[in-house]
């Protein structure tokens, strides 16, 4: 099993009262599958991407990637698998606004190779743009780019360390119709490529694309297709 969730617990505590955002769920996914999580806003969907992403530790339970525990590795072990086998697509983009396209799409592999091989690190960089069909948009910057280019940039830089595994966080929230079709058809694209996806989403349209559908509500997994 490429990615597996045991048990995880998560609570997060306000002024007034602890809230318990995940109560015990347990998630396994393949390699090469796509999973769609879906439920309503406060279901936890979007705090048990980040805990199976690495960004928010959970308070009991494992996280497994590839057989080895996330949270176990420790920050700079956790912070290296991370890099190297995760990538994340978020709905409001996070693209740096000073640095270009490209220059946005090579920063993860600035951070795992640094920059000894700029030039190989360029062609890849280019490569990955092609891919989204912005090849010709590698010198734009963000606030040049339409939301729906933006985010084909985001999903560019998430997988220009081929990841293991493409996390996604309402990926078409924030865009109209036909971009956001566009965007499912690029994510699920590289899917086919082998990459194992999991996507959470409001969107029945899009979770019907996935090879499963995971319902959450109140912090529970309520039906796994």
Not at 204 to 214: K, L, M, S, W
């Amino acid at each position: 099993m490429l990615l597996k969730a045991e048990n995880i617990h998560k609570s997060y505590t306000d002024t007034q009262k602890r809230v318990d955002v995940l109560r015990g769920v347990g998630l396994e996914v393949a390699e090469g599958a796509s999973v769609a999580i879906v439920g309503p806003s406060g279901a936890g969907k979007s705090t048990l991407l980040h805990v199976l992403g690495g960004l928010d530790a959970p308070d009991a339970g494992a996280v497994l990637l590839g057989g080895q525990d996330l949270y176990a590795a420790g920050d700079a072990g956790r912070v290296a698998l991370r890099n190297r086998d995760i990538g994340f697509v978020f709905q409001f983009y996070h693209l740096l606004p000073e640095f270009t396209a490209l220059e946005n799409v090579l920063l993860p592999a600035f951070v795992r190779q640094g920059r000894g091989r700029i030039g190989a690190l360029e062609e890849a960089g280019r490569a990955a743009l092609a891919r989204v069909g912005l090849a010709e948009r590698a010198s734009h910057k963000p606030s040049q780019l339409s939301g729906g280019e933006q985010q084909r940039v985001a999903i560019a830089r998430a997988v220009i360390n081929r990841p293991r595994v493409l996390l996604c966080d309402e990926p078409t929230g924030n865009l109209d119709s036909a971009s956001g079709a566009n965007v499912i058809d690029i994510i699920l694209g590289i899917h086919t490529d082998g990459q194992a996806v999991v996507i959470v989403t409001h969107d029945e349209a899009v979770a019907a694309r996935c090879g499963r559908i995971v319902h959450m509500r109140d912090g529970l997994l309520t039906k796994v297709k």
